[in-house]
């Protein structure tokens, strides 16, 4: 029996020494992908036209991935890539256009909540958000899946989403507790969840009811409309 395919953004690297622009994958995606019982498919940042591509070998997922600036910062060199910003909102247009689950990370929360009209900011406290774990509060669906009402995640992001900056349709179910900036979205009406910390990046064999929300989202996608209210 085959294994589903999970279309995987990937970052965009210069490589060193030349003027070459490189797409690459953290081996970490590998191995949580196998995890799910997904075949990686990485997805090659060929700009807005890339809903072609996916059509052709239909992925059952789209996964936005983190890494690269999605604005300007101010205490680094630009990291941004406009190609891998044309590709990912590509990405979730053709997925919202085939009813196709969207599971987003990190930058890829910034993506989605940029992509439905919101906004990102950048953090003036870095490190309170940028290599450590810190505590965040959940609301439904996520405080279903967890058990509980809090969560630690790790964190790595320079950016961040205010409450009051979410895109048009998506629904915060997990802030910082600290800071209260959001750390979880889901839309209302479509397969959409984006996380601001990395699953991923969890120490091998273990478990967290990210990995239930995954695949109770490709199993059902959008499970939560009922209940986000």
Not at 27 to 32: E, K, L
Not at 69 to 91: F, K, L, N, Q, Y
Not at 98 to 117: D, E, I, K
Not at 201 to 229: H, I, N, V, Y
Request: charge should be negative; proline fraction near 6%; aromatic fraction near 6%.
């Amino acid at each position: 029996m085959s294994k589903p395919l999970f279309a995987v953004s990937m970052r965009v690297q210069q490589a060193v020494g030349y003027h070459e622009p490189r797409d690459a994958l953290a081996h970490d995606w590998w191995a949580q992908i196998a995890d799910w019982g997904g075949m990686p498919l990485p997805v090659p940042n060929l700009g807005a036209g890339i809903g072609a591509w996916l059509d052709a070998l239909g992925p059952s997922v789209v996964i936005l991935t983190g890494g690269n600036d999605v604005i300007t910062r101010t205490d680094a060199a630009d990291d941004r890539s406009p190609e891998r910003d044309a590709t990912e909102h590509a990405m979730i247009t053709w997925a919202g256009e085939r009813g196709v689950p969207v599971f987003a990370t990190c930058r890829g929360l910034q993506v989605v909540n940029l992509h439905f009209g919101g906004a990102v900011h950048e953090i003036a406290d870095k490190g309170s958000h940028v290599g450590r774990d810190h505590a965040v509060t959940l609301s439904p669906p996520l405080c279903e899946l967890a058990g509980s009402g809090t969560a630690t995640v790790n964190s790595f992001h320079n950016f961040g989403v205010a409450p009051d900056a979410v895109g048009d349709g998506l629904k915060v179910c997990a802030v910082s507790t600290g800071d209260g900036l959001v750390e979880a979205l889901v839309h209302r009406d479509a397969p959409i969840v984006a996380l601001h910390w990395h699953p991923e990046r969890r120490a091998p064999g273990t478990q967290g009811f990210e990995d239930t929300l995954f695949r109770r989202l490709l199993a059902e996608g959008a499970f939560w409309k009922e209940t986000s209210e």
